[in-house]
């Protein structure tokens, strides 16, 4: 695993708060590698799910740079950086972020149909049955209970395929048995379709699964190390 797949360098954040402008991140400088799993973890308020969205174009850095596949996501504008982390990247959040008005196969297609692909829906069909779920596809999601929808949720985030998957703790809202599903499905997705995974948790299980841990404190990177040389 040589080939930098994600690579920032001395990047800072500080977003506009009550008091004034507040710093989240100092300085942060770190490379990911191309199929590598990476945990975050640290505190609440550490920064964890700032430096996701920040690698992710989500939240635009201060200062520093961010290059994901080559490119700067720093230079991007909001319409290019879209467009980016359409094609090559799939985020899966806390809180599933899915479309109530659509039901689970429309939600899991979406992103298909906003990249022009022809065969949207049949692709979907295909994600929804591998995280066990074909038969919720004309369900909606207040009609499917947390771990379904977070299911639905990674098969959104994967069936574009992307190169990098981003995920802001994923099992966070989940109970003990269907974090362990969610996991178990993370890890099988990486495997199926090569992706690069970066993951943001409190779960001591999920990080155990990580080829690397980067833990974070108060904005810095405080331990960084291979889970084999522990």
Do not use: W
């Amino acid at each position: 695993m040589t080939q930098s797949i994600l690579d920032l360098k001395d990047v800072t954040l500080s977003l506009r708060g009550n008091a004034g402008m507040v710093e989240i991140l100092h300085g942060i400088s770190l490379s990911v590698h191309k199929g590598e799993t990476l945990g975050l973890i640290g505190p609440s308020g550490s920064g964890k799910s700032s430096l996701l969205m920040v690698m992710g174009g989500l939240e635009n850095a201060t200062s520093g740079s961010v290059v994901a596949l080559g490119q700067d996501l720093t230079a991007m504008d909001e319409d290019k950086m879209a467009r980016f982390r359409r094609d090559h990247m799939g985020v899966v959040f806390q809180s599933f972020h899915l479309i109530p008005t659509m039901t689970a196969l429309e939600n899991v297609a979406t992103p298909l149909e906003l990249a022009g692909e022809k065969d949207a829906y049949t692709r979907a069909e295909a994600e929804l049955e591998a995280v066990g779920l074909a038969h919720r596809a004309d369900h909606y999601p207040a009609q499917m209970s947390g771990g379904e929808q977070q299911r639905v949720a990674l098969a959104r985030a994967s069936v574009t395929r992307p190169e990098i998957l981003l995920a802001d703790e994923p099992t966070g809202n989940l109970d003990g048995v269907n974090g362990q599903a969610i996991i178990d499905l993370l890890f099988d997705l990486r495997d199926r379709h090569g992706a690069t995974l970066v993951l943001v948790t409190h779960s001591r299980e999920l990080a155990a699964k990580c080829d690397r841990v980067i833990r974070l404190t108060d904005g810095h990177i405080s331990d960084n190390q291979l889970k084999a040389a522990e």
